[in-house]
């Protein structure tokens, strides 16, 4: 009996957490402010691509530019967001809009569902890492 | 009593390896060995994420067979309902491969979790398809737990069947996640449903083996576990045999 009970609490737990996390993971740059879930002043995660030449690391921090149709938002990072985290990759940044910045305190590298070979052809290559700024 | 289950156990003994299990079997190890000798060494890296990709290799496999081996379970609950006689085997199969696809859901989740390491930067992230994934694992888990609790073999045969029957409905559940929520989790590569294979030849190819191999795996271990499973029944159908007659004995004597 007490396992079932520790297992019926798992689940609970763990329909839980999905329900606080929204079942939606994330917002689209794009829709900060426009949709419900995605206000400006609440903490929230927020996707888009790292935008070209937007890069930069200051001290410690990571400090780059997320683009999603065409709308773009600058993001601070303490720290290195790890995974293969670089730019043209989509990324879902966690943490709250401070003015015109969103202040993230995590990072979660989103990639795709495409699998190249690092030794395919130049083109195919060139493909598999272009920028994609409608990823998601 | 103890005569009687040593003889049970011998008989089924004798059963255990077959001509079928030997050929699964061998299967199994030749599929798996192409899968580490492909994975690891013939297959290229991954443009964007390097070697990580390697990872695909055990960690889609094992997603697919969970989600057979418990479709094998609902499917023999199924039988074991609808038929006249309410067969043991189909129970046992049920049980079995409810048990091989625990594990394999399991192993799913852990070379997930190293994989979502190394690319998205975090062991774990409470997206659709993980927390989808991670409930399946749970709903199993306590499916099993639920065929331990005891009393006759047709009792546990008839709880275990409905639990089967409905947990089955959380597999489109969790696949179909990533198409109706926003995900972090990759959606399919190859069952796509739009005919577009992203993926490398050789990449593909090794990842085709790779559900071969661990298919075999999971027959050759279900086969295995349900007649372990029959050898079990037996010993407590003979001790429950036992006890009714050491009852009946009593009973007697105080007559």
Same mark, same amino acid.
């Given at each position: 009996?007490?396992?079932?009970?520790t297992?019926?609490?798992?689940?609970?737990?763990?329909?839980?957490?999905?329900?606080? +996390?929204?079942?939606?993971?994330?917002?689209?740059?794009?829709?900060?402010?426009?949709?419900?879930?995605?206000?400006?002043?609440?903490?929230?995660?927020?996707?888009?691509?790292?935008?070209k030449? +937007?890069l930069?690391?200051?001290?410690?921090?990571?400090?780059?530019?997320l683009?999603f149709?065409?709308?773009?938002?600058?993001?601070?990072?303490?720290?290195d967001?790890?995974?293969?985290?670089?730019?043209?990759?989509?990324?879902?940044?966690?943490?709250?809009?401070?003015?015109?910045?969103?202040e993230?305190?995590?990072?979660?590298?989103?990639? +795709?569902?495409?699998?190249?070979?690092?030794?395919?052809?130049?083109?195919?290559?060139?493909?598999?890492?272009?920028? +994609?700024?409608?990823?998601? | 009593?103890?005569?009687?289950?040593? %003889?049970?156990?011998?008989?089924?003994?004798?059963? &255990?390896?077959?001509?079928?299990?030997?050929?699964?079997?061998?299967?199994?190890?030749?599929?798996?060995?192409? &899968?580490?000798?492909?994975? #690891?060494f013939?297959?290229?890296? *991954?443009?964007?994420?390097g070697?990580?990709?390697?990872?695909?290799?055990?960690h889609?496999?094992?997603?697919?067979?969970?989600?057979?081996?418990?479709?094998?379970?609902?499917?023999?609950?199924?039988?074991? @309902?609808?038929?006249?006689?309410?067969?043991?085997?189909?129970?046992?199969?049920?049980?079995?491969?409810?048990?091989?696809?625990?594990?394999?859901?399991?192993?799913? @989740?852990?070379?997930?979790?190293?994989?979502?390491?190394? %690319?998205?930067?975090?062991?774990?992230?409470?997206?659709?398809?993980?927390t989808?994934?991670?409930?399946?694992?749970? %709903?199993?888990?306590?499916?099993?737990?639920?065929?331990?609790?005891?009393?006759? @073999?047709?009792?546990?045969?008839?709880?275990?069947?409905?639990?089967?029957?409905?947990?089955?409905?959380?597999?489109?559940?969790?696949?179909?996640?990533v @198409?109706?929520?926003?995900?972090?989790? /990759?959606?399919?590569?190859? #069952?796509?449903?739009?005919?577009?294979?992203?993926?490398?030849?050789?990449?593909? %190819?090794?990842? #085709?083996?790779?559900?071969?191999?661990?298919?075999?795996?999971?027959?050759?271990?279900?086969?295995?576990?349900?007649?372990?499973?029959?050898? /079990?029944?037996?010993v407590q159908?003979? /001790?429950? *045999?036992?006890?009714?007659? *050491?009852?009946?004995?009593?009973?007697?004597?105080?007559?």
């Amino acid at each position: 009996m007490a396992v079932l009970v520790t297992i019926v609490l798992a689940g609970g737990t763990i329909v839980t957490k999905f329900l606080t +996390s929204a079942i939606d993971y994330y917002c689209n740059v794009d829709e900060i402010g426009l949709r419900a879930g995605c206000e400006a002043g609440r903490r929230i995660r927020v996707q888009g691509t790292v935008e070209k030449n +937007s890069l930069t690391a200051v001290n410690n921090s990571t400090n780059f530019v997320l683009i999603f149709n065409e709308k773009t938002i600058r993001v601070v990072y303490e720290g290195d967001p790890g995974g293969i985290f670089q730019e043209c990759i989509p990324v879902v940044a966690q943490g709250r809009l401070v003015g015109d910045v969103f202040e993230a305190t995590r990072i979660e590298v989103k990639h +795709s569902n495409a699998y190249v070979a690092d030794n395919a052809d130049r083109l195919t290559k060139a493909e598999a890492q272009e920028c +994609s700024p409608q990823a998601g | 009593m103890t005569s009687a289950s040593s %003889t049970t156990t011998q008989t089924f003994t004798a059963k &255990v390896a077959t001509p079928t299990t030997r050929l699964v079997g061998a299967m199994a190890i030749v599929s798996m060995a192409w &899968v580490v000798l492909g994975g #690891l060494f013939v297959t290229p890296s *991954d443009v964007n994420q390097g070697d990580a990709v390697r990872i695909m290799y055990v960690h889609v496999p094992t997603a697919w067979v969970a989600y057979l081996a418990f479709i094998v379970t609902a499917i023999a609950s199924a039988c074991w @309902l609808l038929s006249r006689k309410h067969a043991m085997g189909f129970d046992r199969v049920a049980g079995a491969s409810a048990e091989v696809g625990v594990i394999f859901m399991a192993m799913t @989740l852990l070379s997930g979790g190293l994989w979502g390491r190394i %690319t998205w930067g975090t062991y774990w992230a409470w997206d659709p398809r993980l927390t989808t994934t991670a409930f399946l694992l749970v %709903t199993y888990i306590g499916y099993l737990a639920v065929r331990g609790l005891g009393g006759s @073999l047709e009792q546990r045969a008839r709880r275990s069947a409905v639990i089967a029957l409905l947990a089955v409905l959380e597999i489109p559940l969790v696949h179909f996640s990533v @198409l109706m929520w926003r995900s972090l989790h /990759q959606r399919a590569s190859v #069952l796509s449903g739009d005919g577009d294979i992203k993926m490398d030849g050789s990449m593909l %190819t090794t990842l #085709l083996v790779g559900v071969i191999g661990f298919t075999c795996t999971f027959a050759w271990l279900v086969m295995h576990r349900s007649r372990v499973l029959a050898m /079990q029944d037996a010993v407590q159908s003979s /001790q429950l *045999d036992a006890a009714l007659q *050491d009852r009946a004995s009593e009973s007697a004597g105080l007559k």
